[in-house]
């Protein structure tokens, strides 16, 4: 079975810190995505990566910026935390093999981040 | 991106079939039909996607209207494992990535 793991369930930051969050997948999967989750927004798409080194922006990239250095980690970073950025963040992956637009996309299980 | 439409909620019973509709009627011919479900404190899960043909598998089925405007997931035969979000979402053949989530439906099943 694909796994995607993120580094913490629960995440509790103040104003103006730094904040990483890991994801990594174990199925060798070219593209790796992450998303925020907020109530009555539906998930929205921040960054995708479809390789190594390789990055996009997704609808909501601001404040928020991305690195893939190694093709099973992808890493969110908010450089300043704010209060607005207090949200669920899911990570996910999906594979190029066979028909892209068929791809199933796997997701971890989600950071709940709270800033103060 | 085409938009689906969804019911905010339904209710079912355990151990009956569930009809979860859902209208794209800005269709493209390209667009592949996939349903995503998040159950609770867990990030969303494939469930199934087809094109034009009706699908099958373990989990449900996917009913497809012969014009492409809409169509309907299926549980055979509901849980109370089976409670939880379903996301109807269309994905462009010609290559595009990201999956774009709507409000979905949240279905409740009764013991």
């Known amino acids: 079975d694909v796994k995607v793991t993120q580094s913490s369930r629960y995440l509790v930051k103040r104003t103006g810190e730094k904040v990483f969050l890991e994801c990594v997948q174990d199925?060798?999967?070219?593209?790796m995505f992450w998303y925020r989750q907020d109530p009555g927004l539906g998930l929205r798409l921040i960054y995708f990566?479809?390789?190594?080194?390789?990055?996009e922006k997704g609808d909501i990239p601001e404040g928020y910026s991305v690195s893939r250095e190694k093709k099973e980690r992808f890493s969110l970073i908010l450089e300043s935390a704010s209060t607005n950025q207090t949200s669920m963040y899911l990570c996910?992956?999906?594979?190029?093999?066979?028909?892209?637009?068929?791809?199933?996309?796997?997701f971890g299980p989600g950071t709940r981040l709270t800033v103060l | 991106d085409a938009k689906t439409t969804q019911p905010n909620s339904m209710e079912s019973n355990e151990e009956e079939p569930v009809h979860l509709p859902c209208n794209h009627s800005?269709?493209?011919?390209?667009?592949?039909i996939h349903w995503y479900r998040q159950l609770p404190s867990q990030g969303p899960e494939y469930v199934i996607h087809?094109?034009?043909s009706n699908v099958n598998n373990r989990m449900a089925s996917l009913a497809i209207a012969e014009d492409r405007k809409s169509s309907t997931l299926i549980l055979h035969r509901a849980t109370l494992r089976d409670a939880a979000v379903y996301y109807c979402?269309?994905?462009?053949?010609?290559?595009?990535?990201?999956?774009?989530f709507g409000q979905g439906t949240r279905l409740t099943i009764n013991p």
């Open positions: 996910a992956s999906s594979s190029d093999a066979g028909t892209g637009f068929t791809d199933t996309q796997y």
């Open positions: 199925m060798d999967h070219e593209n």
């Open positions: 990566s479809y390789d190594v080194k390789m990055k």
């Open positions: 800005t269709i493209s011919g390209t667009d592949y």
């Open positions: 087809g094109l034009t």
């Open positions: 979402i269309l994905r462009d053949g010609r290559g595009a990535q990201k999956l774009v």
